[in-house]
C-alpha cells in the first residue's frame, strides 16, 4: 500500500534543510514559499528519492490561485503533496517551473497555463497547449464565464 | 550530401492519429529529425463542466474521456468521491466494478493492439480478429448496465445496478473462449517476422527517462519498471487477487505490444479470481444520499487505468459539486516523450510508435 505523507510526515523531511521555506502545514500537505521552490524539489527528487511526478494541477482559491504537486516515490512506496501558494492575489500569478526538475511537467504545466493563466518561469516552451493562441481568458479561472 | 528540410503536417485527420491529432515533423528525406505534438482538437472543458455539475452527474462526463476505457474511468472518479465524502462501498458493488474494470481493460488492450498492428500496414485482419473479442466485451456490459461504451455503471458507493443472471453464464463463456482467442492472435501476430522487424529496437524508452517524464502504466512497464498500481497501492480489493505483472526488457516497440498482450492474460485470471469471491448483496448501501454533499477537503486516487495512472484530484468547497475537478490524464502525460523517441527513426516508425504508446484524444484533451 502506497504510504500517503501526512503534513508533519512532510516537515519532518524538509525541516533539516528548509526549515524557513515551509509557509503552512496543512493535514495531507505542506505549503512550501514560491520563491527558491526549486531548491525544495531538487532535494526531495535527489535526496529523498521522489522520481515520479505523479500530476501537477493548479486550483482557483478566488483569494488567489495556488498549483498542486503530487509527488511519487516508486522505490520507498511512498506519496506526498506539496502546495505552492503563487502571490497574494489573483494579479500575474506565477511561479518556477519544475521541468527541469522531472520533465514530466512539461505538458502539465503548459495545460495549467492555459486553462489556469499561471506562468511558469524558465519552462522550455511557455505556450497554449489545448486552446488556440488568440483565445482570451483562461477557462479554468472562476470569474470566467461561458 | 546537404539535403533540403520538409517540414509537414501529419493530421489532425489521419486514419493512424487515432482521433484528432496533428503533428508537425520535419524530415531530412525519410529520417524524422523533429516533431511536435498538436492537440486540442477535442477539447471539451470536461473539467469546468464538471464544477457546474452534481457529484453524480460527472461520472457522465468521465465517460466520455477515454472512451475506449470508460468504467475505469468511472472507477477512478467514484474511488476519489467516496474517499474526498467518507463513503464505505457495499462488497458487491466492489466485486462487480473490479470485474467491470478487468473486462474493460481486455477491451483496451484489444483496441490498442489492434490499432498498433493497423498502423504497421496489416491492415483491417488481426485489428477484426480483436475488435471482435471486444465486441463480446461490450455486449457484457450492455447486460450489466444497458450502454457498450458510455456506461456510467459506477456510483458513490458501488455500482448502480446488480448484473442480471444471464450476464454469469456469458461472462463464464467469454472466459473459456477467450485464452484460445488470444492464442490464436499470438500465433499469428508475437512471431511474424514482418512486425518483429518493424517493432523491435525501434523507440527504444530508457527506464530512468520514462520515469523522469511521469510516464506510466504499460508503457513504464514495458521499459522494465515494476510499478502496477494494482499492486503497489491496491485500492478496492486488489489485494485479495493474485497476478503477475509482465515485464519488457528493452523498451521498445515490441515490449510495448508484447507487455499488453500478457496483461490481457492477467486480467482474465483476475476476472476468474472476482467471480470465486464475490457474494450475493446489495450493490449499493443504502445510506448513499441521492445528492452527494462531502466536507470541505480535497482527494487523489491514483488507479492503474489500461493507459497508466488515472487519478481524479478532487477539491470540495463543502456544496453539492465539486470547487474543482482535475482529471491526471495518462495518455496526455505518455506524449511528453514523443519527440524524442522518434528522432532519428523513419517516417514510418513514426506511427509504430505512436499506435505503441496508445493514447486516446478523448482523453488528451478532455
Redesign the interface.
Known sequence: ??RVLTGSDIENILSSKFKNQIEFIGDDYVQVINKDSLDVFNYLKIDQNY?????V????RISHFEV?Y?LTS?QK?ESM?IKIKCGADRIDPNVKSVVSV???????ER?IYD?MGIMFEGHPNMK?????ENFEGH??RKD?V? | MSTELVTMNIGPIHPSTHGVFRMRVTFDGETIIDAEPIIGYLHRGSEKLAEERTYTQVVTLTDRMDYTASMTNNQAYILSVEKLSGITPSERGVWLRMIASELQRIAAHSVAIGFLINDLGAWHTPLLYLLREREKILELFEMMCGARITNSYLRPGGVFMDAPDEFWPSLNRFLDEMPNRLDDIENLLTDNEIILARTQNVAILDKNDAINASITGPMLRASGVDWDLRHRNPYDYYEKISFRRPLGTVGDNNDRYLVRLHEIRESLKIVEQCLDLIEPGPVQPEEVPFLVRPPKGESYVPIEAPKGELGFYLVSDGGISPFRCHVRAPSLINLTLLRDMVIGYKIADLFVTFGSIDVNMGEVDR
Do not use: I
Open positions: 500500500m502506497t522520481d515520479l511526478l505523479s500530476s494541477t493548479s486550483v482557483d498542486v503530487h516508486l512506496n503533496v522531472w520533465r514530466g511537467a512539461e505538458l502539465q495545460e486553462l497554449r497547449l489545448l486552446l488556440w477557462p479554468l470566467f461561458s
